[in-house]
């Protein structure tokens, strides 16, 4: 079968450095892929990688790496209003597993 | 753009009666997506479409559910009979071409929060 996990809550403080992992469990993996969803809003595109390695956006990086199963997304620069849900997800041939979700509180 | 439309925002209907979810793409988005949230089991892929034709249906939950697309710029997904456990947010995602669906960017609307009674 096909999981994802991830940590339900983490805590981080104002403009410190925060990584959310996940390892995953799929047949035929085609990336890993990080969402962000605030308190009753609609989950936001972060990024995907298909490729080993670190991509940067900004304050946001994530990570994979294939032959570990694991993945990361790292918020740097950590501001009030990255307080949200995270989410990674793997998208298939014809089907995307989200994992449940990591709670990111942040304290000034 | 306005981004993904989904009506209505709120529905709350009683056990049995027919509800139906809409939903209107980003123009140009080839692919469609419905999902539906709920705290037991998370964000869920219920079915999508690619140019208006259904790719995979495999998550939806019973025959109870429906889902068509007539055109590039409508779909709706039906619940008929409605029942509480159906309660739950659903999204409606578009995403483009070039990535292929779901490895692509995928553009959520506000979703529809359903209540059943």
């Known amino acids: 079968g096909q999981s994802l996990e991830q940590p339900s809550e983490v805590t981080a403080v104002e403009g410190a450095i925060v990584q959310i992992n996940c390892t995953y469990q799929?047949?035929?993996?085609?990336?890993l892929s990080w969402y962000q969803q605030h308190d009753g809003g609609a989950p936001t595109f972060l990024s995907y990688?298909?490729?080993?390695g670190l991509e940067e956006t900004g304050r946001f990086s994530s990570f994979l790496s294939r032959s570990d199963s694991y993945g990361y997304l790292l918020l740097q620069e950590l501001q009030m209003k990255d307080s949200a849900s995270y989410f990674c997800?793997?998208?298939?041939?014809?089907?995307?597993?989200f994992g449940s979700g990591t709670r990111l509180s942040i304290r000034p | 753009d306005a981004g993904v439309i989904q009506s209505p925002r709120h529905e709350v209907t009683e056990m049995g009666q027919e509800v139906t979810l809409r939903c209107k793409p980003i123009?140009?988005?080839?692919?469609l997506f419905w999902y539906r949230q709920t705290m037991m089991r998370g964000l869920e892929l219920l079915i999508y479409?690619?140019?208006?034709?259904?790719?995979?249906d495999s998550g939806m939950p019973e025959d109870r559910f429906s889902a068509k697309m007539p055109n590039a710029s409508f779909s709706t997904l039906k619940i008929q009979p409605s029942e509480p456990r159906d309660s739950a947010v659903y999204f409606c995602?578009?995403?483009?071409?070039?990535?292929?669906?779901?490895?692509?960017?995928?553009?959520f609307g506000p979703g529809t929060r359903l209540t059943v009674l």
């Open positions: 995602a578009s995403s483009p071409r070039e990535g292929g669906g779901l490895t692509d960017t995928q553009y």
């Open positions: 799929t047949s035929g993996f085609y990336g």
């Open positions: 990688n298909a490729l080993d």
């Open positions: 997800a793997v998208p298939g041939a014809s089907k995307i597993i």
């Open positions: 123009s140009g988005h080839d692919y």
């Open positions: 479409f690619n140019n208006n034709v259904p790719i995979d």
